[in-house]
């Protein structure tokens, strides 16, 4: 079946430093949405990106989706505690179903 | 605006029982429920999509007579988990898609989640 496969699984580093995931669909995505959740918690919508090279900012929070709508990712600038969780992209596939990555799960060194 | 609640947070029951499980839209009305089930540091993966007034679609692998679940109206969707064991012990989340919010028209919102624990 489709896959959205998501990469890395961990990233641990110190406050300050950047952070990226990336997410690869098998298919061509109608759509990409990014989500948080800390832990305990449940699933924070984030962002969506529709449009084939879309670029999109959120304060340190960089969201790109590629020209063949087929991979995303997420770039942290100068990481924060705050940022800690871990990170799901979730692409819509031509059907119309939301499908999730593994998630990457960033920690955070103070 | 945009909340979803879900009911109880979290529930403990013996094996063989059924548990229900409630997620509510508050401020607006969901055409679309989705259910997921996320056991710890995987995923979420989706159970079933149901629409308002009309059966939920399962996804492959998941049983529908195991997981019976009821869209009756545009503000609520319940889950209920029958007989269950051990295996099923998971956090259970729902999410809502709704017409007419002012956000994204395929935003999903998330529930807070029901961790279930069966003895």
């Known amino acids: 079946g489709q896959q959205v496969m998501q990469i890395p699984q961990y990233q641990h580093v110190q406050e300050g430093e950047d952070f990226t995931t990336y997410c690869n669909s098998s298919t061509t995505l109608s759509n990409i949405q990014w989500y948080k959740q800390r832990p305990g918690g449940h699933p924070v919508f984030l962002i969506q990106?529709?449009?084939?090279?879309e670029v999109k900012k959120q304060k340190r929070l960089t969201f790109q989706f590629g020209e063949a709508k087929k991979n995303s990712s997420l770039h942290i600038t100068a990481t924060q505690t705050t940022d800690v969780g871990t990170y799901f992209c979730?692409?819509?596939?031509?059907?119309?179903?939301?499908?999730f990555g593994q998630g990457t799960e960033l920690s955070v060194k103070p | 605006g945009a909340v979803v609640s879900q009911h109880p947070s979290w529930v403990i029951c013996k094996s063989g029982t059924s548990v229900k499980i409630e997620c509510r839209s508050l401020d607006f009305q969901a055409t679309t429920m989705f259910w997921y089930r996320q056991f710890p540091k995987q995923s979420l993966m989706l159970m079933a999509t149901s629409n308002e007034g009309s059966k939920a679609t399962y996804e492959q692998g998941v049983e529908k007579d195991k997981f019976l679940i009821n869209h009756a109206s545009l503000t609520l969707s319940t889950l209920t988990v029958t007989s269950a064991h051990p295996e099923d012990s998971s956090f259970y989340i729902c999410?809502?898609?709704?017409?007419?919010?002012?956000?994204?028209?395929?935003?999903?919102?998330f529930g807070p989640g029901t961790r279930l624990t069966v003895l």
């Open positions: 979730a692409g819509r596939n031509q059907g119309g179903k939301l499908i």
């Open positions: 990106l529709v449009k084939s090279g």
């Open positions: 999410s809502a898609r709704g017409a007419f919010l002012a956000g994204a028209a395929d935003t999903q919102y």
